[in-house]
């Protein structure tokens, strides 16, 4: 095993690092398609991870407020998002 310093990068709180804005990402070569229901715009998703997609009220993709209102509601999680990241975190 590797231990890598990072005492000397600046503090950082976790939840900034959530914040922060994703790299772009690249395209991976699609996969098999038999056991995916097809969407609208073209996607595929997962038979396995959706159930019923069509049938479901529940939108399994929060967006970021959500996520945070959430954290916020326990007082534990949002401890640990607002705590500085150590080094043993990296």
Do not use: C, H
């Not at 503090?11 to 699609?30: A, C, F, M, Q, T």
């Not at 996969?31 to 038979?47: A, E, F, L, Q």
Request: hydrophobic share 30%; aromatic share 8%; net charge negative.
């Amino acid at each position: 095993m590797v231990i890598v310093d990072y005492s000397s990068a600046p503090r950082k709180r976790l939840l900034r690092v959530l914040e922060d804005p994703e790299p772009p990402i690249g395209s991976l070569e699609r996969g098999p398609t038999d056991n995916t229901v097809p969407t609208k715009d073209k996607g595929n998703i997962p038979r396995e991870l959706i159930g019923d997609w069509e049938q479901s009220g529940v939108d399994p993709f929060p967006t970021f407020e959500e996520i945070q209102a959430y954290s916020r509601s326990d007082p534990k999680v949002w401890e640990a998002l607002n705590r500085d990241i150590e080094n043993e975190d990296y």
